[in-house]
């Protein structure tokens, strides 16, 4: 999982701001997600992405946008319709040979 | 669609006992189960997982079991060390060879006292 990344680690939003969370990962997978971690939640998933310029909403899709226009990116864009955005985001990626996901180190977003 | 309830959600041992860690799931064409480890502020981290032709699987002092029949599945980690102490979280899913969606238990806070 050395092989995902995320910036940038902490990102501060301001009220009716649109953000965007970076996605890349070196793994050559072809699947990637995004899921969002509040405590005592769990992971939820937002969007997932099988394949480049396709992607499927999550349990979570209302108020996020992506894009899948290169295979080792999957950006996420936090619009100022998500009232709630303040939580810890991970994506992770896997491969459509093996079950495993693997995670990046996460991004911190805060509301200012 | 399926659903995984994890417990119990905080956990404390003493180092040197095992600690024990149950999931059930409801969709019972789930047929992958990870489980992960993360430690504060940190990314999860794979620490094993099991498939459902499999009963049990160990690595070092991890183990998981599966019971499909009754569709729960449990994580045991044995002589417990402060470097355990984490979050650990299940997941279940239904693998189809390139479709994957993992669905979460909601963590257990495992606290190893030394």
């Known amino acids: 999982d050395g092989g995902i990344t995320q910036s940038p680690k902490y990102l501060f939003r301001k009220e009716g701001q649109n953000v965007t969370l970076s996605c890349e990962q070196n793994?050559?997978?072809?699947?990637m997600y995004w899921y969002r971690q509040d405590p005592g939640q769990g992971l939820r998933l937002i969007y997932y992405?099988?394949?480049?310029?396709?992607?499927q909403k999550g349990d979570i899709a209302e108020g996020y946008s992506v894009s899948r226009e290169k295979k080792e990116s999957f950006p996420l864009t936090v619009t100022s319709a998500q009232k709630n955005p303040t939580a810890f985001y991970l994506c992770a990626s896997g491969s459509h040979h093996q079950e495993t996901q693997y995670f990046g180190p996460g991004t911190r977003l805060l509301v200012l | 669609g399926e659903n995984v309830e994890q417990h119990p959600s905080t956990l404390s041992v003493q180092e040197g006992d095992s600690a024990v860690i149950k999931c059930t799931y409801s969709d019972s064409a789930s047929n992958y189960f990870p489980w992960y480890k993360q430690e504060l502020g940190k990314r999860p981290q794979l620490i094993i997982d099991i498939r459902s032709n499999v009963g049990e699987k160990k690595d070092q002092r991890i183990a998981v079991t599966l019971n499909k029949t009754a569709k729960h599945f449990s994580l045991h980690i044995t002589e417990t060390q402060p470097e355990d102490s984490a979050v650990y979280f299940c997941?279940?899913?239904?693998?189809?060879?390139?479709?994957?969606?993992?669905?979460f238990g909601k963590g257990t806070k495992l606290t190893v006292n030394p």
């Open positions: 992405s099988q394949i480049v310029n396709d992607f």
């Open positions: 793994l050559n997978h072809d699947a």
């Open positions: 997941a279940a899913s239904n693998w189809e060879g390139g479709s994957e969606k993992l669905v």
